[in-house]
Each structure stands twice: as C-alpha cells, then as structure tokens.
C-alpha cells in the first residue's frame, strides 16, 4: 500500500503537469495492462461527449433565440 504522503506527491505532480499526465493517461490506455484502462477510456469518451454536446446546445439555443424564441 502506498504511503499518504506519496499519494499527495502524486496528486500534486499531476495537477502541475497536466498535459503530462494526460500522455501517460494515454501511453498507459493504449497498452491496455492496467485495470485503470477501461476507466481511462470512458471517461475519455465521456468528456468528447460533453464537449460536443455543449457545442450543439450553444448553437441551438443561439438559433432559438436570434429567430424569436419566445
């Protein structure tokens, strides 16, 4: 088990270096040998989602209001 201390280092590391991790992220889901993968790659789908979704309500709700949404 590893220790608290180690664990925060970690967490510290990851939050500084972002684009980093998000390669290690990426190296370690492509491998597929960690129980993390199946994690990895839905969230990773789960956050494409959002984005185009977030996308497609902003360009709705721009049209329903500009053609007189009431």
Same mark, same amino acid.
């Given at each position: 088990?590893?220790?608290? %201390?180690?664990? /925060?280092?970690?967490?510290?590391? /990851? %939050?500084?270096?972002? %684009?980093?991790? /998000?390669? /290690? $992220?990426?190296?370690?889901?492509?491998?597929?040998?960690?129980?993390?993968?199946? !994690?990895?790659?839905?969230? #990773?789908?789960? !956050?494409? $989602? #959002?984005?185009?979704?977030?996308? !497609? !309500?902003?360009?709705? $709700?721009?049209?329903?209001? %500009?053609? #007189? #949404?009431?």
């Amino acid at each position: 088990m590893e220790h608290p %201390v180690d664990k /925060a280092k970690d967490v510290v590391h /990851a %939050v500084e270096h972002p %684009v980093e991790t /998000a390669k /290690a $992220l990426e190296r370690e889901a492509e491998e597929g040998s960690s129980p993390r993968t199946p !994690l990895i790659a839905i969230t #990773g789908i789960t !956050l494409i $989602l #959002g984005v185009i979704f977030v996308i !497609l !309500l902003a360009i709705a $709700l721009t049209l329903y209001f %500009v053609y #007189g #949404g009431e």
